[in-house]
C-alpha cells in the first residue's frame, strides 16, 4: 500500500490525520484497524512528508533536523548499551531516511548551507548533516562504525 493509499483509506474511515513532522495522529484513532496501522508504521516516514510540507521559513525544518538527529543519536546510544527500548534497526533505518530527505529538501528549496547547527556549529559524530559532510569530506554521505557492544 503507498502513503497516497493510505491517506485515502483513513479519510474513508473518517479518521483526520495530522503530523507534528515527528509523530502521526490519528482522530479518531480507534477507527483504524491493526492492519491498517502497521502499514502506517511501515510507511511513516512517506506519510509525514505527505502531511507536512516544509515551511516557507527555513527555521522551522531546521528545527525539524536537529530534533530528529536528536532521536536518532539517542537511539543509537540505547542500541550501542543494548538497551531493549532502542528502535528496531527497520524503524531506525526508515526514521534515517526520512531525515536525510527532509535535509535535502532544506537546501533545495531553501537554498540552505552549510550546518543544520548554524556556521559555527557541527553535527554529533557519525550523524552529519549534508552541510558537515560537504565540509568534512565531499562524496561521503554518512561514516558509521559499527561496534561491537560486548566489547
Request: aromatic content about 6%; overall charge negative.
Amino acid at each position: 500500500m503507498t502513503s497516497a493509499e493510505i491517506l485515502t483509506r483513513l479519510d474513508n474511515l473518517g479518521v483526520s490525520v495530522h503530523s507534528d513532522g515527528l509523530m502521526i495522529l490519528l482522530e479518531p484513532g480507534t477507527l483504524v484497524p491493526p492492519a491498517l496501522i502497521e502499514e502506517i508504521r511501515e510507511h511513516k516516514p512517506e506519510l509525514i512528508s505527505a502531511l507536512v510540507s516544509p515551511s516557507k521559513d527555513s527555521h522551522a525544518v531546521v528545527g525539524r533536523l536537529q530534533e530528529g538527529q536528536r532521536w536518532l543519536v539517542d537511539q543509537h546510544n540505547r542500541w550501542l548499551s543494548g538497551d531493549p527500548s532502542a528502535a528496531t534497526d527497520e524503524e531506525f533505518s526508515r526514521v534515517w531516511n526520512g531525515w536525510w530527505d527532509l535535509d535535502q529538501i532544506l537546501r533545495l528549496d531553501h537554498e540552505y548551507v552549510g550546518c543544520i547547527y548554524g556556521q559555527d556549529g557541527h553535527c554529533p559524530d557519525g550523524f552529519p548533516c549534508l552541510g558537515c559532510c560537504a565540509s568534512m569530506s565531499p562524496g561521503v554521505v554518512a561514516q558509521l562504525v559499527l561496534m561491537d557492544v560486548d566489547g
